[in-house]
């Protein structure tokens, strides 16, 4: 089975930082990661499908790229609201895997 | 809107079964597949299985394969995960979750666009 690999798994930034998260499929699956954002007592939130493709109603800070084996998710401007565990998933094929998280707090 | 609602908590002992429902509303739920998500405390997301009722088919996660089971009624579209054999590691909020590919049209993407609100399984003896 292909692993999801993300990085950071924890990451600590000021209000407006520009923050990037990284995840790597250990093998080639096109453009068919999704980013979701999971906050404490909350349901998760798809933000990003497609590797770049921004869901509807999510704020135009987030924005995914990549493609193959290498994607990241970078927030432009950070906010307070924006602290939450960030997870990768692959979709290409099933299992249907999650990357392992990062932890996103202000500081 | 579509909306997906999923069965109260459970409190099960080691070794029994416990099955988890997911009603759908909105949508055409015989469309698009019904994904199983959980999350044990302190852990990150794990994916399942899902069931793509178009096709009437089921692909699981090497985790549980041989212990999940999930299925559903299109007729009530209701969608179930049961897992077998209980231990206290399977202690987790189960989500059910819409992946937004759409089978009938074979347009659309993998992700999961919309969620249950989570179901607490607790395993303890």
């Known amino acids: 089975d292909i692993q999801m690999t993300q990085s950071p798994s924890s990451l600590s930034a000021s209000v407006g930082d520009r923050v990037t998260i990284t995840c790597r499929a250990s093998?080639?699956?096109?453009?068919?990661l999704a980013w979701y954002q999971h906050k404490p007592g909350q349901v998760p939130n798809l933000l990003i499908y497609d590797a770049s493709t921004l869901q509807s109603g999510v704020p135009s800070r987030f924005s995914g790229s990549g493609s193959g084996t290498d994607f990241t998710l970078s927030i432009s401007s950070l906010q307070p609201e924006d602290v939450a565990t960030y997870y990768c998933q692959k979709y290409d094929r099933a299992p249907y895997t999650f990357g392992l998280g990062t932890k996103l707090e202000i500081k | 809107q579509v909306q997906l609602v999923q069965s109260g908590a459970e409190v099960k002992k080691p070794g029994s079964s416990v099955k988890v429902s997911c009603k759908a509303s909105?949508?055409?739920?015989?469309?698009?597949?019904v994904t199983w998500v959980r999350q044990a405390p302190g852990q990150g997301l794990e994916w399942m299985g899902r069931f793509i009722p178009f096709l009437n088919i089921a692909n699981y996660a090497q985790n549980f394969q041989g212990r999940v089971t999930i299925t559903a009624d299109t007729s009530t579209s209701t969608a179930y995960m049961e897992l077998s054999s209980l231990r206290s590691d399977d202690t987790a909020v189960y989500y059910c979750a819409r992946e937004g590919f759409h089978w009938l049209v074979m347009s659309g993407h993998g992700g999961f666009d919309f969620w249950g609100q989570g179901t607490p399984v607790t395993v303890s003896s």
């Open positions: 093998q080639g699956i096109t453009n068919s």
């Open positions: 909105g949508g055409t739920f015989r469309n698009y597949s």
